[in-house]
């Protein structure tokens, strides 16, 4: 028996962003497989998503491990963001597997885009997000489905690019014939729950069309960030009654031999003590439990201490090249979040807005709602219009920017130059 993939991947940049700061990359030949979600203003997102994913492949070409490529990944971000005062604080989550000749996939992990496994029907999750709410929802504050909707869902606890080094979880996965893995950006999983999930991988051979009704379903229910996904299936080819579509021409396949041990579905310890090929993991679960209770307890302590500002942050009205823009964050960022920008506003310059408001906007206005936010935007626009009617000097930069619809930052002056 010999196992290859046959694999389908699609990007999208949603309903709501102007522009696609995720980026993944797929070479079967070489057997790597990866989805990255940037973040950062001006062009940031992009670049670090880019640049992550450039390093990973080189590492790899080098014989480097999926972890050590990740680790490889981070710091060329992090070396790019020092080097630029443009790209300072950008990030970008990374989710890589490698194929190997041992049919099983390696995983590496850091941020909130995912890796899923869906075996005889069934969908699990292999990687844990390192997320604020993932945070909430470990700790009973939260349900899966509240963390879905929560407004400071993007806030994420690890990523790359913040720091020199980072930490890289590891998930080896013996393979099957039959089975579907499933990388993906938070783009899909903010928007559909993973029964969703489960049921449209299910209901798709192809693992084209699969990706394809993946990112479909993300913009149906809204598409307010970047959706990519990377749907793997695991191909053998001496099986003459395969479920599984023939792989188009285009798709490069690689062949492997033998077949690994079999992993049971479970959590990634569990997986990682059966995969006998691949080395445990090297660190014990106190060590994992220690580490993860000290961003919780932080976590805890700002509840505690700042419940009301808390629950207040999502979204903040603020500056942004010396326009009224909308970032999806707070001020200043939280852990290793930075805000994103949503929409900037060409009509709407800050110093055409009242001292007072000015210096409000300069600070930082938080919302709970992206709709608050765009509301705010308008009062905004109204005092400019406003005072440029009071001084008779209209500048003339009063545009339909203000029109805007669903808080998308439709009609923003498009990505920054
Ligand atoms: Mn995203």
């Known amino acids: 028996m010999t196992l290859r993939l046959g694999v389908g991947s699609v990007t999208d940049v949603g309903r709501a962003r102007d522009h696609n700061e995720d980026a993944f990359f797929v070479d079967t030949t070489a057997g790597l497989l990866a989805v990255a979600d940037g973040m950062g203003g001006h062009q940031g997102g992009e670049v670090a998503s880019a640049t992550a994913l450039e390093a990973l492949r080189a590492a790899i070409a080098e014989g480097a491990s999926v972890p050590d490529a990740v680790r490889r990944a981070n710091q060329a971000v992090h070396d790019q963001a020092a080097a630029d005062d443009q790209l300072r604080g950008m990030g970008t989550t990374l989710t890589a597997a490698t194929f190997g000749d041992d049919a099983t996939l390696e995983i590496a992990h850091v941020g909130d885009s995912r890796a899923y496994l869906m075996r005889d029907g069934v969908l699990a999750r292999i990687t844990t997000d390192h997320s604020l709410v993932q945070e909430l929802v470990d700790a009973g504050e939260l349900t899966e489905e509240e963390a879905r909707s929560d407004p400071r869902r993007s806030m994420i606890t690890r990523a790359l690019g913040m720091d020199a080094e980072v930490e890289v979880d590891a998930y080896p996965v013996g393979l099957r014939r039959g089975d579907r893995v499933l990388l993906c950006s938070d783009g899909l999983t903010s928007m559909v729950d993973d029964d969703g999930i489960a049921v449209l991988l299910a209901s798709e051979a192809d693992p084209t069309e699969a990706a394809r009704a993946l990112v479909t379903a993300a913009n149906d229910a809204g598409g307010l960030d970047n959706v990519t996904v990377i749907v793997i299936d695991v191909i053998d080819d001496d099986e003459t009654t ?39 993991r090297t660190r014990g679960r106190l060590a994992r439990t220690a580490r ?20 207040r942050r999502g979204y903040f009205v603020g500056e942004y090249e010396g326009r009224v823009a909308i970032f999806d964050g707070r001020p200043g960022g939280f852990l290793f979040f930075d805000p994103a920008l949503e929409a900037d506003f060409v009509g709407l310059p800050v110093n055409e807005l009242p001292p007072r408001v000015r210096a409000s906007v300069r600070e930082g206005e938080t919302f709970s709602s992206i709709e608050a936010a765009n509301d705010r935007k308008d009062e905004l626009a109204a005092l400019i219009e406003q005072r440029s009617g009071d001084t008779g000097s209209s500048s003339g930069t009063s545009t339909t920017t203000t029109t805007t619809t669903n808080g998308t930052g439709a009609g923003a002056g498009g990505s920054p130059a």
């Open 242 to 280: 395969s479920a599984v579509d023939p792989v188009v021409d285009d798709d490069p396949t690689v062949a492997v031999a033998p077949v690994a041990p079999v992993a049971p579905v479970g959590p990634p310890e569990a997986r990682a003590a059966a995969s006998s090929p691949t080395p445990p």
């Open 292 to 311: 993860r209770l000290v961003p919780l307890v932080a976590v805890l302590a700002l509840l505690v201490g700042g419940s009301f500002w808390y629950a």
